[in-house]
Structures are given as C-alpha cells and as structure tokens.
C-alpha cells in the first residue's frame, strides 16, 4: 500500500485528491494538510509520496520542501500547480523535488502518477515542462552544456535514459529491455555521473532538452498498469 500525503492550502483540493486518490486499491491518503503544518504531519505519518503545493499563503512551497528533503527517511515529493510555465518549478527541481503535476491533472491519471513516484519514477507533464523552460531563457541558455552531456552516453544508456524519463523504475526497465534490476541500476549511476546531475529528474530533463524523447508517448500508461 502506497502511503500518500497531500499538501494544499484549499481544502477542497485536499478533499478532491483525496477522495481520487484513496479509490485506488494500492493507495491509502494517510493525512491532507495545509502547509504550516506540512512537516509535523509528515513526520507523525511517514507517507511515501507526498503532492505539495508550490504556492501557499501560509508557508512558501520551497521551504515545505527543503524540511521534508531533510527529515530522517524523507518522502518523494511532487510539486503542485495551477501554472505550466509556474516560475519556482525549476527551483523545486533542483531542489529535490521528484517531479511536478498541473492540479487540473486528468483524475485517472493521477493514481497512476503517484504510483511512479513510489517506484522512484519521475512525473513532469510534457505540456508544463515546455512551457516552464521555455519562460526561463536564462536557465535554459546556462544548461546548454549540460544538455550537450547527453551526447557521451554510449546507446544502451541513451535508451536508459529515455525510459527513466518515460517515469520507469529500475525493474520496469529492466523487464522492457531484458536487463537485471541491478545492472539497470549501474546504468542509472553511470548515466548520472556523466551527465553531472544528482537525480533521475534532473537527468529526464536534459534528455528532453536534448531531443531524446517523444511528448506524444510520455507517461501514457500501458494496457494493464
């Protein structure tokens, strides 16, 4: 059973996720709160995958993050927003966050998302991630370079790469291309290093910057998961 969190200051997307959410068999809502109180919760309920809201009136987003990024067993964490171009999304990125999801995400979708973040997948919306790098030129022109990295992996760790943005976990790469766990995960650090980033996500967004991926086929779910 996923332990699911969620972190809103309106109650009626508390309650709305919620009630998404907890309709999957494998995924229970352990707490919803606002932000104030974001981190105390955490640490009473110890979700595995918390939904936090980048902007919140009480208590900025990013610093939700940084607490929870520094607690003991940290959770994975997802950022919300109402924007595809929210401008403390790359912030949140770099920060540790595991991904974003617009609020007005498809509700069948949702559960599915959260599943991937569980897995240590990754989640950004194809629509949201153009147009939130689209709207920093600045950062985009700074990592150029590293989005040129993408070109020293050899062509079995292009096609890792392709499928660790695609929201995969290690096994379910492994299962797609006939590879162990294990060696998937030797890959993923190799990648990484090359690449000079420090998470998944960050390496999903140089692919994407480097034209490796197709948007049209990005977090669309297979018959049967």
């Known amino acids: 059973m996923i332990r699911a969190m969620v972190v809103d200051d309106e109650a009626l997307v508390r309650s709305g996720f919620r009630l998404i959410l907890n309709a999957a068999d494998d995924i229970e809502v352990v707490a919803t709160t606002a932000g104030a109180e974001a981190v105390d919760v955490a640490r009473r309920e110890t979700p595995d995958v918390v939904l936090l809201d980048i ?6 987003g990013l610093t939700v993050l940084g607490r929870l990024r520094a ?8 950022m919300l927003t109402t924007f595809d171009a929210d401008e403390y999304v790359l912030t949140a990125l770099r920060s540790g966050a595991a991904g974003f999801l617009l609020k007005d995400t498809e509700p069948d979708q949702l559960a599915q998302l959260v599943r991937t973040l569980a897995v240590g997948g990754v989640v950004m919306s194809p629509k949201a991630s153009r147009a939130v790098w689209q709207s920093h030129p600045g950062a985009a022109a700074a990592d150029q370079g590293e989005a040129g990295r993408v070109g020293r992996l ?18 379910e790469i492994g299962g797609r291309i006939h590879l162990s766990a294990g060696t998937v995960k030797d ?7 090359k690449l000079r980033v420090t998470s998944r996500l960050q390496a999903a967004l140089l692919a994407q910057r480097a034209g490796l991926l197709d948007d049209d086929t990005r977090h669309r779910p297979e018959p049967g998961r």
């Open 154 to 171: 050899s062509d079995r760790e292009s096609e890792v790469l392709v499928l660790v943005a695609q929201g995969l976990s290690n096994g």
């Open 187 to 193: 890959h993923v650090s190799a990648i990484l290093a």
């Open 71 to 78: 607690l003991p067993e940290p959770p994975v964490v997802a």
């Open 55 to 60: 902007r919140m009136p009480d208590v900025d």
